[in-house]
């Protein structure tokens, strides 16, 4: 009975990481389930402060927004949130900051590269923008679990860079994105799923620092910090190429 049970076991949790089969479970199992994922990246864990430091995400300041990002500002503007503040973290160089910041709306654009930082200031100068010195652009080189929301804010965004911050954070990350929101506020982010392959999660976690994760954990992490309203579902990469688990979580219900 007990190598029944093993079987089953490991039947349903080949399932989960394929994403064929999605049971609720509880915030004590979404916990051990990502302190055992950040078990396996940490193996994997060097100093990437040159990789990210050459890292400039799609280096584009124009084009268009990615599909969950440009629906959220979209609900936002329903709500009579046309010029608010925002945070984006891990930000990169892509078309979100700059996008809102031309809708007239402040942004933290927060990033652990200083490459990062420094390419945006520069950016910005030839637009002959003042972003930066009237306060409307604030540029913070600071790592994801260490940053500090100086105010409140109207929406949160975090595209492909919460896989690469410390499993073990989410929860704080989640908890202190949603002590920063103002009532109408919105937190938006995403998370990569397994793939069927072993060998090419163990790559993402070795080369880039990701990790991946189930659906039903990120719902459970999300039910733990209390968020009123919240949806997980599953999308696309910009590109159309990869999957991914897309988190749009709102304070009010």
């Keep these: 009975m007990n ?136 540029l913070v080189n600071e790592s994801i679990e260490k940053f500090k929301y100086p105010e409140k804010v109207d929406l949160i965004i975090a595209t492909d860079s919460l896989p690469y911050c410390d499993p073990n954070k989410i929860g704080q990350i989640f908890l202190e994105a949603r002590n920063a929101l103002l009532p109408q506020g919105v937190l938006v982010c995403n998370f990569f799923p397994y793939s069927d392959n072993p060998y090419a999660d163990n790559m993402l976690r070795g080369m880039f620092g990701a990790w991946m994760t189930t659906k039903n954990v990120v719902d459970a992490m999300m039910r733990s910090v209390d968020f009123p309203s919240w949806s997980v579902i599953e999308g696309k990469s910009p590109g159309g190429m990869a999957k991914q688990f897309h988190v749009f979580a709102k304070i009010d219900s």
């Excluded at 490991?10 to 989960?16: C, H, N």
């Excluded at 809102?100 to 590269?113: E, H, M, T």
């Design 3 to 138: 190598c029944l049970s093993q079987v089953i076991g490991y039947f349903s949790y080949t399932l989960e990481h394929l994403g064929l089969y999605e049971p609720e479970i509880t915030v004590h199992e979404a916990k051990d389930r990502l302190n055992n994922e950040g078990n396996t990246w940490l193996k994997y864990q060097t100093d990437r402060q040159d990789l990210w430091n050459t890292f400039q995400g799609n280096n584009m300041t124009t084009g268009p927004l990615q599909p969950l990002v440009a629906k959220t500002i979209i609900h936002l503007e329903e709500q009579s949130v046309k010029k608010g503040v925002a945070v984006d973290l891990g930000c990169g160089i892509n078309t979100t900051t700059f996008h809102l910041l031309q809708k007239g709306w402040k942004v933290y654009a927060v990033d652990n590269s200083e490459s990062v930082i420094s390419t945006l200031a520069e950016k910005v100068s030839p637009m002959g923008k003042n972003w930066i010195n009237n306060g409307q652009l604030v």
